[in-house]
Nanobody, 124 residues
Framework: QVQLVESGGGLVQAGGSLRLSCAAS????????MAWFRQAPGKEREFVGG????????DYANSVKGRFTISRDNAKNTVYLQMNSLKPEDTAVYSC?????????????????WGQGTQVTVSS
């Protein structure tokens, strides 16, 4: 089993930055595709960004492209989401997810393991 714990969320003003971390335990996720999703109140969960097991490939939702960067440190069993130029519409609970098949996807159903999430609130 894999346990994922997110941290780094908080309240920030528009235009600010936050860095989220997702620490995995239980087993290594170095050969898992990883992703970040978010869910705002009253909205469906949406894909934010994904990274391949090697870190060599990344994918981003159009809404965050150019502002957010996903990375991973397999030695630390941790995935990161650097969020810059934050907007009020980025306000949501951000969750990380792990896909043991390595395929990765923008679809949440592809992922086996999920963290509890961390709240990000961007004030205008």
């Amino acid at each position: 089993q894999v346990q994922l714990v997110e941290s780094g969320g908080g309240l920030v003003q528009a235009g600010g930055s936050l860095r989220l971390s997702c620490a995995a335990s239980g087993r290594t996720v170095s050969n898992y595709a990883m992703a970040w999703f978010r869910q705002a109140p009253g909205k469906e969960r949406e894909f934010v960004g994904g990274i391949s097991w090697s870190g060599g490939n990344t994918d981003y939702a159009n809404s965050v492209k150019g502002r957010f960067t996903i990375s991973r440190d397999n030695a630390k069993n941790t995935v990161y989401l650097q969020m810059n130029s934050l907007k009020p519409e980025d306000t949501a609970v951000y969750s990380c997810a792990a896909d043991s098949t390595r395929l990765g996807s923008r679809q949440s159903s592809q992922y086996d393991y999920w963290g509890q999430g961390t709240q990000v609130t961007v004030s205008s």
